[in-house]
């Protein structure tokens, strides 16, 4: 089981520029959830999926982010325009929602976004 | 969902047990208890749950209170590698469907010293 794949591991990007983040989740996995996590805010959910559709969107910090998923294979998260603020650790995680299952969920490498 | 509370920072001797507190005074009939860690700079890695029975797997055991006010999770040896910031979340699940959001905490950072 190769886990939670995400992509670039790292980012760095000027101000203004268009960013595309991207995950695969655990075959099989019904959920989806973007984290972002900085020093001072610590792990904040931005969205989260299930079967492919946004549940909650409620975390998603401006109208410059967005988060799509087409099939149950990818997600993207993309900022446009990028600013310095954005700068963070950006995780991905999905999980199963079924009878029996534990809720727990699985987390990818992340990714380092940095904004000049 | 309930909000938990958890000491900022915490120190344990490698090998011996550490003993994580956490308080959710508030916490619903339906909410699970969960742990995740968070090793240092990778993804955070689910530990262990409850809802209000002792469990234990082979990375900890938890603890619940009678009342579930508050909980404990174990390490019994902790080693260097247990050096991690340690979540503690209180989260609703009817065992068919993720009702809420998994919200994290500022946790408790754990310093096992040799």
């Known amino acids: 089981d190769a886990g939670v794949i995400q992509s670039p591991r790292h980012e760095v990007t000027e101000m203004g520029q268009e960013v595309t983040l991207r995950c695969k989740p655990i075959?099989?996995?019904?959920?989806l959830f973007w984290y972002r996590q900085t020093m001072m805010r610590g792990l904040e959910l931005l969205i989260y999926f299930n079967n492919n559709v946004p549940i909650d969107d409620s975390g998603m910090p401006e109208d410059r982010f967005s988060a799509k998923m087409p099939n149950a294979s990818f997600s993207t998260l993309k900022i446009q325009p990028s600013e310095p603020r954005d700068s963070a650790v950006y995780f991905c995680a999905s999980s199963m929602d079924s009878v029996g299952y534990t809720g727990e969920l699985f987390f990818g490498e992340g990714s380092r976004l940095t904004v000049l | 969902d309930a909000k938990t509370t958890q000491p900022p920072s915490m120190d344990c001797a490698e090998g011996r047990a550490a003993n994580l507190p956490c308080n959710h005074s508030?916490?619903?009939?339906?909410?699970?208890v969960y742990w995740y860690r968070q090793i240092h700079s990778q993804g955070p890695q689910y530990i262990i749950h409850?809802?209000?029975n002792n469990e234990t797997n082979e990375m900890a055991s938890l603890i619940i209170t009678e009342d579930r006010k508050s909980s404990t999770l174990i390490l019994p040896h902790a080693t260097l590698r247990d050096t991690a910031v340690y979540y503690c979340?209180?989260?609703?699940?009817?065992?068919?469907?993720?009702?809420?959001?998994?919200?994290f905490g500022q946790g408790t950072t754990l310093q096992v010293k040799p």
């Open positions: 508030t916490i619903s009939g339906n909410e699970y």
């Open positions: 979340i209180a989260w609703p699940w009817e065992g068919s469907s993720n009702t809420g959001k998994l919200i």
């Open positions: 075959s099989g996995h019904n959920s």
């Open positions: 409850g809802l209000k």
